[in-house]
T-cell receptor, first 114, second 113 residues
Framework: AQSVTQLGSHVSVSEGALVLLRCNYS??????LFWYVQYPNQGLQLLLK??????LVKGINGFEAEFKKSETSFHLTKPSAHMSDAAEYFC????????????FGAGTTVTVRA | EAQVTQNPRYLITVTGKKLTVTCSQN?????MSWYRQDPGLGLRQIYY???????DKGDVPEGYKVSRKEKRNFPLILESPSPNQTSLYFC????????????FGSGTRLTVV
């Protein structure tokens, strides 16, 4: 079975500072990994995904994530936070053989300070 | 515009009164899924469907029913809602092709009193 753990339910950063959101996964097979963002009162929007190609994945809005198999991690980063990055972020994992099932972490809420 | 449409956005109901949350997608996607979102728990899958007339349970199916009679529609049915089903519900869809992320609807906030 696949699962993800997101370290830190809340992260506060200053505008212009690095954003780092941590995600560790558990999977018996090489997984597919995703990051989603949820803005207030909206649905989830796909930021980026890892599907066994390049280990450094670039997504929308300047975000990127690196798949590290040895650390079972898929941390999300953005070099310079913007006020519009304030949202909740979810890491998710699926088994490529049964990828209709997406398992989500508990989420990390990002606050950006002016 | 390609989208997943859920209705209603907000719903307050009483315990035991049957309700249906509708979900429709206009992208000809094969896969559809229902999730519930609760604070501190992230999103948990309720039911999923791989195509018309093909549905199966997710992680938290108790108290819910679904049907997939048409490719575009995947309604969620609560036959006898209870307060512990108060939650934010999301419908999502995607193509069958592997490694594709789901497209999510805007959500339905359900309160059962």
């Amino acid at each position: 079975a696949q699962s993800v753990t997101q370290l830190g339910s809340h992260v506060s950063v200053s505008e212009g500072a690095l954003v780092l959101l941590r995600c560790n996964y558990s999977s018996s097979v090489p997984p597919y990994l995703f990051w989603y963002v949820q803005y207030p009162n909206q649905g989830l929007q796909l930021l980026l995904k890892y599907t066994s190609a390049a280990t450094l994945v670039k997504g929308i809005n300047g975000f990127e994530a690196e798949f590290k198999k040895s650390e079972t991690s898929f941390h999300l980063t953005k070099p310079s936070a913007h006020m519009s990055d304030a949202a909740e972020y979810f890491c998710a994992v699926s088994d490529p053989a049964n990828d209709y099932k997406l398992s989500f972490g508990a989420g990390t809420t990002v606050t950006v300070r002016a | 515009e390609a989208q997943v449409t859920q209705n209603p956005r907000y719903l307050i109901t009483v315990t035991g009164k049957k309700l249906t949350v509708t979900c429709s997608q206009n992208m000809n996607h094969e896969y559809m899924s229902w999730y519930r979102q609760d604070p501190g728990l992230g999103l948990r899958q309720i039911y999923y469907s791989m195509n018309v007339e093909v549905t199966d349970k997710g992680d938290v199916p108790e108290g819910y029913k679904v049907s997939r009679k048409e490719k575009r529609n995947f309604p969620l049915i609560l036959e006898s809602p209870s307060p512990n089903q108060t939650s934010l519900y999301f419908c999502a869809s995607r193509r069958r092709q592997g490694g594709i992320g789901y497209t999510f609807g805007s959500g339905t906030r359900l309160t059962v009193v």
